[in-house]
């Protein structure tokens, strides 16, 4: 008699630094046992280009009640449609799925911790509900404390660094600008005693005091890097990429550039898929990179390619020092022996990613948990450097300049940066491999379902 199999949503938050983890997530969860069918939701508005299964994970739409391609006025426009639509159709999927008979019927909800209301609709329907945190414990840790009122700059908690107002996340700092964001960020924690589990994007050794505290109060799993297998352990065959690309990356063209390089010379710069540079900001780092002199990869945005001073794309021309691209897949760039820097934004996916490649960086951040992640690349990790911006909020091309010789050069500074890159590196595979305190959660999460 065939095994029943225990069917399994996840809903994550529809932009591609939410979905990845959560997809690699489910991958890990499928290479642990057969007895599971995984559906990977997402919008209507996203599901047209994409392919209907990654793997053995489903891909299927629910109504989000956006067009394709429609643009909204800002990310908060589109989150109050998503929580006004989605809720509905994930009660109505569910009540679907119960009719197609028992293989089919879910038993879990896996859902970013962006959406604590699909924990209502799980127990609603008789299913269980675990919310997966995309960011660190510590940054989440920050929202809890700000709702508890016991968030204090002046205050060392459970492993936290001591933190300036410049170290907070933005919409923390900046509240009322960003007080739609920060009600959402907030409500994470809402009805999170009433969840069977709490996933989290990180591992045990990263934040051994917050993770630790975090578990006394929730059923906290964590269950990080959540990066494809074959850059890490080989544990599950073929699992070369996220398998979900909302932007077209130039990979072959980008890894046939590193091979010709030397071991440690190249600057990787890109800070995401979601940043929007100031024209300023823009001239600043072209400036810096003729500086250098050094060979770099630039990652700019379509969009952005216009911000480009003139006089910089004559210079790399002519010099040849320089790749600039419209995206490229960051994994293989990370995991290119010729990167020797990472400059980025900080957002927690590419901070992860370059702690499981060993590659060392320089932050700019922006806005939400960036400038925590940087401080934490900096001061607690000691796998970075901060660059500091002027009166205008602009990071200067001699400041990052700085920043830049600092990581990429020899001396006292980069050597011990390289050596901490390489104990993260180490500390991050350690962790997702068998035995491993990530693969021992994920392993305890699948006994209890099986």
């Keep these: ?81 998503f929580r006004s639509v989605v809720p509905g159709s994930l009660d109505e999927l569910i009540r679907r799925e119960f009719d197609r008979g028992d293989e089919f019927q879910p038993k879990v909800i896996i859902y970013d911790s962006f959406l604590p209301w699909a924990l209502d609709v799980a127990h609603g329907n008789g299913l269980d509900g675990a919310p997966f945190f995309t960011q660190f414990c510590s940054v989440s840790s920050l929202y809890f404390l700000y709702k508890e009122g016991k968030l204090s700059s002046s205050e060392l908690l459970y492993g936290l660094p001591r933190l300036e107002p410049r170290d907070l996340p933005s919409f923390i700092r900046d509240k009322e600008s960003s007080s739609c964001l920060l009600e959402m960020l907030v409500d994470q924690f809402s009805n999170l005693d009433k969840a069977e589990y709490v996933f989290f994007n990180t591992f045990d050794k990263l934040e051994s005091q917050m993770v630790e505290w975090m578990s006394s109060q929730w059923p906290v799993l964590t269950v990080g890097p959540t990066i494809p297998s074959m850059y890490l352990d080989k544990y599950i065959e073929d699992d070369t990429s996220y398998g979900l690309n909302l932007f077209k990356p130039n990979r072959q063209t980008c890894q046939d550039w590193l091979s010709e390089r030397k071991s440690g010379s190249v600057i990787y710069v890109s800070f995401g898929s979601m940043a929007i540079l100031e024209q300023d ?29 003139t006089e910089f794309v004559e210079w790399n021309l002519r010099s040849g020092l320089g790749l600039v691209v419209t995206w490229c897949n960051q994994l293989d760039v990370l995991a290119h022996e010729a990167v020797g820097c990472f400059v980025t ?66 001396g ?12 993260m590196k180490d500390w991050a595979l350690k962790a997702i491999e068998i035995d491993g305190s990530s693969d021992c959660n994920i392993v305890k999460f699948v006994s209890g379902l099986t």
């Excluded at 400036?287 to 379509?302: A, G, K, P, S, Y």
């Excluded at 951040?365 to 602009?394: L, Y």
Aim: charged share 20%.
């Design 412 to 423: 006292e500074k980069g050597d011990e940066i390289r050596r901490n890159a390489e104990k």
């Design 281 to 309: 900001q823009v001239c600043e780092i072209a400036q810096c990179l003729e500086n250098l002199q050094t060979h770099f990869i630039w990652v700019v945005r379509e969009t952005e390619m216009t911000k480009l001073p």
């Design 1 to 81: 008699m065939a095994t029943k199999k225990t069917h399994i949503l996840i809903l994550p938050y529809p932009s591609q630094g939410h979905i990845n983890p959560m997809l690699q997530f489910a991958k890990r969860l499928a290479s642990k046992s057969d007895n599971f069918i995984f559906t990977l939701l997402l919008p209507t508005s996203q599901t047209k280009s994409i392919t209907p299964r990654i793997g053995s994970i489903n891909i299927q739409p629910i109504s989000d009640g956006a067009l394709e391609g429609q643009n909204f006025e800002s990310a908060e426009a589109y989150f109050r449609q």
């Design 345 to 410: 934004h900080c957002g927690w996916n590419s901070t992860l990613e370059a702690l499981c490649f060993g590659v060392p960086m320089v932050g700019m951040p922006n806005w939400s948990d960036q400038p925590t992640n940087a401080k934490f690349v900096e001061d607690v990790w000691g796998v970075g450097v901060r660059t500091m911006e002027d009166e205008n909020g602009i990071v200067t091309g001699l400041e990052l300049e700085k920043c830049v010789r600092a990581v990429l050069e020899k």
